[in-house]
């Protein structure tokens, strides 16, 4: 199945619709905070053009791989709360679903709900074997949405400059088969 940068999904709160230039306040705004970025990357906020180039890069990423990370909006009112969706650029080392919220819609449950839907998507639309979250070591709430997930977390691994856990998550089928084994 082609996937397109146009694919919507909802989930009971969220709607996770397609970045585009209409998001770039509020995702500036997310990635000029310090808290929001503790955890990504170089840790480090990013300026309004820094957020434009990796707006950029995400929106880019459906072009080259057909699939993303989505805007997610609370589907009563539209608020841009944050993003989450699968990314596998050049020197990664697998197919990764990532996450990141604004601060004030933390532990909601919006993350594990938005990749719940988003690994279902995944295996059904996209047919992956595996997909992986990369979280730093030391973010504790990111290891507790993989854990929530069904995360297994398979190693550690230095990665863009510091230690992170690997969580592998694999299909039902292939889980149940795995967890049998």
């Known amino acids: 199945m082609i996937v397109t940068a146009s694919s919507t999904i909802e989930t009971a709160r969220l709607r996770l619709s397609p970045l ?19 955890w990504i990357g170089d840790g480090q906020p990013l300026d309004r053009t820094g957020a434009w180039r990796s707006l950029a890069m995400l929106i880019g990423h459906w072009q080259l791989r057909g699939y993303g990370m989505w ?9 841009f709360i944050g993003r989450a969706g699968l990314m596998y650029p050049e020197g990664w080392p697998d ?32 047919d ?35 230690r ?3 969580f592998a998550y694999y299909p039902p089928q292939q889980a149940i088969r795995r967890a049998t084994a």
């Open 71 to 79: 805007a997610l909006e609370l589907k009563d009112d539209g608020r």
């Open 128 to 162: 992956l074997k595996r997909v992986i979250s990369l979280v730093r070591v030391g973010n504790e709430a990111s290891d507790r949405v993989a854990d929530r997930l069904g995360g297994e977390h398979v190693e550690d691994i230095d990665f863009l400059g510091a």
């Open 20 to 38: 585009g230039e209409r998001h770039l306040d509020d995702y500036a705004a997310m990635l000029a905070d310090p808290a929001s970025t503790r």
């Open 164 to 166: 992170h856990h690997v």
């Open 95 to 126: 197919v990764e679903l990532g996450w990141m919220l604004r601060p004030e819609y933390r532990h909601c449950g919006y993350a594990t709900e938005a990749s719940r839907a988003i690994l279902d998507f995944a295996w059904s639309k996209l």
